[in-house]
């Protein structure tokens, strides 16, 4: 059954005002105003970058493609919106908006962001979260982007609302759609471009919805982290598959990996241990924990497959605290999940913004929170074999607990990750994507 998305956003708005109206008095402003963006232009050029909505303005209305609007609030009102929709024979113009969302908003069309000047409040107890000053300096604005108020925001934006967690379940839907028609591609033998094209083809996005660039990556690429081409000839034989990539619905975004093999060989039953990995490590986490303890228990599963495939010898503790697993294993366990990618506040002990300290043993961490209930996170352990970090753990003491012949084994297969998108619950969790890939699956 679809969500009642009318239903659940009269809620979510009711409680983005109540953040708001929180926020406005910690802070000393009577009014809050975003801005959706601004069109930014190449350099010596008449061609414009790809529009990026500003992520506040996106979590207050479902609106992501549409600059030089403006949303205009002061707690005890109706909140305004300043849309832009001008007169425009170059370009496809947006009509004034009549969905569910638009009758929680006192709605006025304008031709330009200055159009918007007449709407104002008193700008001199106003805030404004902007990518630009102009014109909202010039007007007198308190305050362009203030660090306290944006805080306090970004603290609060990591509990999601019913809403917000709709459109995650489902934009992980349409990232599932995708990733099986790109599995379908990779077991046809496309190469890294058609792969994509096919990804995006499924999810019905263009280069520039998709929430972040597709990491799509054959053979040996999949030892690139973030690997940002596509080959447009398949490889002479193309022997793993992995594929980082997620999808968009109303502004909210899904991020999902995974790996898969040609044949069923040793680097096939690696896949199905970290996806039993994977699983455990999901069902690991608790309201009430620390989000870096994850990166341990992440640690000590790596360092389990280590040791069942031959690739090292000794105890699960003795690899992790050796740092044989940071080798194979680079990256954080994950990240929270939301209108960002990486969403905002993984490293704030408080609304004021008070840092947690990065953790020596975890660098790459970037959520540092405490879990708590309605949280959205990415669980995505991995295992790689990166030839510039294989060559600096052969050269410790460590290295003499690996066993290179089996590195070299696997290492054209370049790596294995399994991503998820996980909400905790007050018993445990909701995992947003293994439902997806089984619905899409039965479409």
């Given at each position: 059954?679809?969500?009642d998305f009318?239903?659940?956003?009269t809620?979510h708005?009711?409680?983005m005002r109540r953040?708001?109206?929180?926020?406005l008095?910690?802070n000393g402003?009577?009014?809050?105003?975003?801005h959706?963006?601004?069109?930014?232009?190449?350099f010596l050029?008449?061609?414009?970058y790809?529009?990026k909505v500003?992520?506040h303005?996106?979590r207050w209305v479902?609106?992501t493609?549409?600059p030089?609007?403006?949303?205009i609030?002061t707690?005890?009102?109706?909140?305004?919106?300043?849309?832009?929709?001008?007169?425009?024979?170059?370009?496809?113009?947006?009509?004034?908006?009549d969905?569910?969302?638009?009758?929680h908003?006192e709605?006025?069309?304008?031709?330009?962001?200055?159009?918007?000047?007449a709407l104002?409040?008193?700008?001199?107890?106003?805030a404004?979260?902007s990518?630009?000053a102009e014109?909202?300096?010039e007007?007198?604005a308190?305050a362009i982007?203030?660090?306290?108020?944006?805080?306090?925001?970004?603290?609060?934006?990591a509990?999601k609302t019913?809403?917000e967690l709709a459109c995650l379940?489902e934009?992980s839907?349409?990232?599932?759609?995708?990733?099986?028609?790109?599995e379908?591609?990779?077991?046809d033998?496309?190469s890294?471009?058609?792969?994509?094209?096919?990804?995006l083809?499924?999810?019905e996005?263009?280069?520039?919805q998709?929430?972040?660039s597709n990491i799509?990556?054959l053979?040996?690429h999949?030892?690139i982290?973030?690997?940002q081409?596509?080959e447009r000839?398949p490889?002479?034989e193309a022997?793993?598959?992995l594929i980082?990539?997620?999808?968009?619905?109303?502004?909210?975004s899904s991020?999902?990996?995974r790996?898969?093999a040609?044949?069923r060989?040793?680097f096939?039953?690696?896949?199905?241990?970290?996806?039993?990995?994977q699983l455990?490590?999901?069902?690991?986490l608790?309201?009430?924990?620390?989000?870096a303890?994850?990166q341990?228990i992440?640690?000590r599963h790596v360092?389990?497959?280590?040791?069942e495939?031959?690739i090292?010898?000794?105890?699960?503790?003795?690899?992790v605290?050796?740092?044989?697993?940071?080798?194979?294993?680079p990256?954080?366990i994950?990240h929270y999940l939301?209108a960002?990618?990486h969403?905002v506040?993984?490293?704030?002990?408080?609304e004021?913004?008070t840092?947690?300290p990065?953790p020596?043993?975890?660098?790459f961490?970037?959520?540092l929170?405490?879990?708590?209930?309605d949280?959205?996170?990415t669980?995505?352990?991995?295992?790689y074999?990166i030839p510039?970090?294989?060559e600096?753990?052969?050269?410790?003491p460590?290295?003499r607990?690996?066993d290179?012949q089996r590195?070299?084994?696997f290492?054209?297969?370049g790596g294995i990750?399994?991503?998820d998108n996980i909400?905790?619950t007050?018993?445990g969790?909701?995992?947003?994507?293994?439902?997806?890939?089984?619905r899409?699956?039965?479409?």
């Amino acid at each position: 059954m679809s969500p009642d998305f009318a239903s659940l956003y009269t809620d979510h708005i009711a409680a983005m005002r109540r953040l708001a109206d929180q926020a406005l008095a910690a802070n000393g402003f009577d009014h809050l105003l975003i801005h959706s963006g601004a069109l930014n232009y190449a350099f010596l050029d008449d061609n414009a970058y790809p529009f990026k909505v500003n992520p506040h303005f996106k979590r207050w209305v479902p609106v992501t493609d549409n600059p030089e609007c403006l949303i205009i609030y002061t707690p005890g009102e109706t909140p305004k919106l300043a849309f832009y929709s001008p007169v425009d024979f170059w370009h496809k113009t947006h009509p004034v908006p009549d969905e569910y969302w638009t009758a929680h908003f006192e709605i006025t069309p304008v031709g330009g962001i200055r159009e918007a000047k007449a709407l104002l409040p008193d700008m001199k107890r106003a805030a404004v979260i902007s990518e630009t000053a102009e014109p909202f300096a010039e007007w007198g604005a308190a305050a362009i982007n203030p660090e306290g108020l944006i805080n306090h925001f970004h603290f609060h934006f990591a509990k999601k609302t019913g809403y917000e967690l709709a459109c995650l379940r489902e934009a992980s839907l349409i990232g599932a759609r995708a990733h099986l028609a790109a599995e379908r591609a990779f077991r046809d033998g496309a190469s890294e471009f058609d792969i994509h094209l096919a990804y995006l083809r499924a999810a019905e996005h263009n280069e520039h919805q998709v929430p972040y660039s597709n990491i799509i990556a054959l053979n040996e690429h999949a030892a690139i982290l973030h690997y940002q081409y596509q080959e447009r000839r398949p490889p002479a034989e193309a022997r793993s598959f992995l594929i980082d990539a997620g999808a968009s619905f109303n502004g909210y975004s899904s991020d999902i990996t995974r790996t898969y093999a040609r044949e069923r060989n040793d680097f096939q039953h690696m896949i199905e241990r970290m996806n039993e990995a994977q699983l455990a490590m999901c069902a690991a986490l608790r309201p009430g924990m620390p989000y870096a303890d994850l990166q341990t228990i992440a640690h000590r599963h790596v360092a389990g497959i280590l040791i069942e495939f031959g690739i090292a010898r000794g105890e699960a503790d003795e690899l992790v605290a050796n740092g044989t697993t940071r080798a194979f294993f680079p990256h954080g366990i994950g990240h929270y999940l939301g209108a960002q990618v990486h969403d905002v506040g993984g490293k704030q002990a408080d609304e004021k913004g008070t840092p947690i300290p990065q953790p020596e043993a975890h660098p790459f961490l970037r959520t540092l929170r405490t879990v708590d209930v309605d949280h959205v996170f990415t669980v995505e352990p991995g295992l790689y074999f990166i030839p510039s970090l294989l060559e600096q753990l052969r050269a410790t003491p460590a290295g003499r607990q690996v066993d290179w012949q089996r590195v070299e084994y696997f290492r054209p297969f370049g790596g294995i990750r399994i991503e998820d998108n996980i909400r905790v619950t007050a018993d445990g969790h909701e995992n947003f994507t293994r439902p997806a890939f089984e619905r899409a699956a039965a479409e």
